[in-house]
């Protein structure tokens, strides 16, 4: 059985931030480092990582209005899409790209990553995983996706993906899995998350470093 190297959680920082795959990313960077933040949001992670390990970050984001909430906190973040506007970076601009939570959003992340490995030396992908434990049972025992109460078309559930989906998909475009963290409970480094299938059954989330 397939096996991944594991990140072992570092002590927490004083401020660690309400997300676990902040804390990991961080981890995975280098002090002072380049990164371009993709789907960066509120731009939380770029807050975290200029604080936490001196990173240089930026932030591209679709949504006019959080690239304005960023613009306001005075992080550096560009209005675009991620589908398009990656290929326009140059090669090597960066020393990572990350998307965190962001990638299973896209309607082409085959595209979006193969231009992630041009423009980073290293990618850096966080996910949720579709194949956890706990919707397989729901989906078994419920005959439904999305949780209880909730419209399944309200969720975000673009492009479920699972450990292994999100591992075959990096081999076969040719990426080194450099690392992998599982997350379950908001805790990094579960013990049991020894081998892919384990971290596909038991992890909530996963964080992958990939090397082009």
Same mark, same amino acid.
């Given at each position: 059985?397939?096996?991944?190297?594991?990140?072992?959680?570092?002590?927490?920082?004083?401020?660690?931030?309400?997300?676990?795959?902040?804390?990991?990313?961080?981890?995975?960077?280098?002090?002072?480092?380049?990164?371009?933040?993709?789907?960066?949001?509120?731009?939380?992670?770029?807050?975290?990582?200029?604080?936490?390990?001196?990173?240089?970050?930026?932030?591209?984001?679709?949504?006019?209005?959080?690239?304005?909430?960023?613009?306001?906190?005075?992080?550096?973040?560009?209005?675009?899409?991620?589908?398009?506007?990656?290929?326009?970076?140059? =090669?090597?601009?960066?020393?990572?790209?990350?998307?965190?939570?962001?990638?299973?959003?896209? =309607?082409?992340?085959?595209?979006?990553?193969?231009?992630?490995?041009?423009?980073?030396?290293?990618?850096?992908? =966080?996910?949720?995983?579709?194949?956890?434990?706990?919707?397989?049972?729901?989906?078994? @025992?419920?005959?439904?996706?999305?949780?209880?109460?909730? @419209?399944?078309?309200?969720?975000? !559930?673009?492009?479920?993906?699972?450990?292994?989906?999100?591992?075959?998909?990096?081999?076969? !475009?040719?990426?080194?899995?450099?690392?992998?963290?599982?997350? =379950? @409970?908001?805790?990094?480094?579960?013990?049991?998350?020894?081998?892919?299938?384990?971290? @596909?059954?038991?992890?909530?989330?996963?964080?992958?470093?990939?090397?082009?």
């Amino acid at each position: 059985m397939a096996q991944l190297e594991l990140v072992h959680a570092a002590p927490e920082f004083d401020d660690a931030p309400t997300r676990a795959d902040f804390d990991v990313i961080a981890r995975m960077i280098d002090d002072g480092s380049s990164v371009l933040d993709v789907g960066c949001g509120d731009g939380g992670l770029i807050a975290h990582l200029t604080r936490t390990c001196g990173a240089r970050a930026r932030g591209l984001e679709l949504d006019k209005q959080k690239v304005r909430g960023c613009v306001l906190r005075g992080l550096s973040v560009v209005q675009g899409d991620a589908e398009t506007h990656l290929a326009d970076y140059p =090669s090597a601009a960066f020393n990572y790209v990350v998307f965190s939570h962001a990638f299973q959003q896209l =309607s082409r992340p085959r595209d979006a990553l193969r231009h992630a490995g041009r423009v980073g030396e290293r990618v850096i992908i =966080s996910i949720r995983n579709a194949a956890h434990w706990r919707r397989r049972f729901r989906l078994m @025992n419920k005959g439904r996706i999305g949780a209880k109460g909730a @419209n399944w078309a309200d969720e975000e !559930m673009a492009r479920s993906c699972g450990v292994r989906d999100f591992v075959d998909l990096a081999r076969d !475009m040719r990426f080194a899995v450099e690392a992998a963290v599982p997350l =379950s @409970n908001n805790r990094p480094g579960a013990p049991f998350a020894k081998t892919l299938w384990r971290a @596909n059954v038991f992890a909530e989330e996963a964080v992958f470093l990939l090397t082009p």
